[in-house]
Every structure is written in C-alpha cells, then in structure tokens.
T-cell receptor, first 113, second 114 residues
C-alpha cells in the first residue's frame, strides 16, 4: 500500500490565484482530514469527511473548499489565495475513530506571494 | 475538546531512556490517549495509544496514571532518529460533532544528543 499520497510537494501561488491540493489513500478508509501547519505550531483541522459525499468544516475552513466523490480521494481547493494561506498542508485518513491510527501524507508546502 | 499540557522541550542523550510527560486533567471516560510524533519536514506519525492500561509496542511504552489525568510516553533507548516533536492528543469517539479529529497542541520538542 502507498498509504496517503499528496500532490504537489511544493507550490508557489500569486495572491488571487486558485489551486487544488490532491490527496489519495489506498487503505479504504472512511474518514479523511485536511490539516494545515503554520511554522512552529501544531496542526489545525480545515475540513474532514466521514465518507464519500459527506464533508464538514473543521476549525479553520475559511478560504477553502473540499469534495469527496470517492472513498479514495479528498481534494482541497483554495480559491483566491492569500498570504495567510502560506502553510504546510497535511492530508490524513483513518478507518474508524476512537482507537484507530490516523495516517498522514507527506504534506504540501504552499507559499502565497 | 479536552486539552493536554506538555513541556515545550526536553533533551536526552543517545541510548538513554526518555520519559515524555503529558497532563490531561479534563479527560473524559471515553477519550483515548494518543501519541504522535513529527520528524523534521515530515507528516506526523503514530507512536502509540491507550485507554486505561499501560501499553507497549515496538516503538515505545505508554504509562497511564490510575486516574487517567496524566500519561507518560517512554522511549526506552533514544536514538538520533527519535529527535522530533511529540504530540499527546486525546482522541474523540465518533458520534456528536467530533468525528475523530485529532486536536494538536504545540507538542514537546525532543532533542537527542550523540
């Protein structure tokens, strides 16, 4: 299994541009999450999904959108990029909540200039 | 969400044991205690988790206080590769509005000296 994969690894955007961060997992996990991590800080939850077709906001959803059309894919869309969105973005998945492990992707480092 | 408190940083020497403390005085009866770590420039990785009893795995041991208000992650013989940020997190159950999200604090930066 590849686990959780994310593309791209790095990206530089200009203010006002849009982009989609891709996330795919091959473990047939129901739950998927998008986090962002600012320098020297812990991770903050942007959006999550409990299954295909079901998504909901986390702590910091403003400026982002998600969709979950399949179990495997959970893309994160940035509309009208702003410098405050400069961060490292991590996608994660887990089979079930409570005891189970959450698996993280390698991250996408995004800079908005 | 119940909160955890960890020291900002700790230091250890290679091949010595490391005890990383975590306080979680407002833990609820159904919260699991999870430990993740994040190596430089990588995503977090699972270390260990437990509910009430002490737990061991190939990476570490988790000692949970009898009242569950604190726990300690134990690395039995630290290596240079164990230098990372260690996060102690309370894992919420499904149901309600939490949906199993992990709430990350700032964690403990572990430095391992050769």
């Amino acid at each position: 299994n590849a686990g959780v994969t994310q593309t791209p690894k790095f990206r530089i955007l200009k203010i006002g541009q849009s982009m989609t961060l891709q996330c795919t997992q091959d473990m047939n996990h129901n739950y998927m999450y998008w986090y962002r991590q600012d320098p020297g800080m812990g991770l903050k939850l942007i959006y999550y999904s409990v299954g295909a077709g079901i998504t909901d906001k986390g702590e910091v959803p403003n400026g982002y959108n998600v969709s979950r059309s399949t179990t495997e894919d959970f893309p994160l869309r940035l509309e009208l990029a702003a410098p405050s969105q400069t961060s490292v973005y991590f996608c994660a998945s887990r089979l079930r909540v409570g005891a189970d492990t959450q698996y993280f992707g390698p991250g996408t480092r995004l800079t908005v200039l | 969400d119940a909160k955890t408190t960890q020291p900002n940083s700790m230091e250890s020497n290679e091949e010595e044991p490391v005890h990383l403390p975590c306080n979680h005085s407002t833990i609820s009866g159904t919260d699991y205690i999870h430990w993740y770590r994040q190596l430089p420039s990588q995503g977090p990785e699972y270390v260990i988790h437990g509910l009430t009893s002490n737990v061991n795995n190939r990476m570490a041991s988790l000692a949970i206080a009898e009242d569950r208000k604190s726990s300690t992650l134990i690395l039995h013989r630290a290596t240079l590769r164990d230098a990372a940020v260690y996060y102690c997190i309370l894992g919420t159950n499904a149901g309600g509005t939490s949906y199993g999200k992990l709430t990350f604090g700032q964690g403990t930066i572990l430095t391992v000296h050769p």
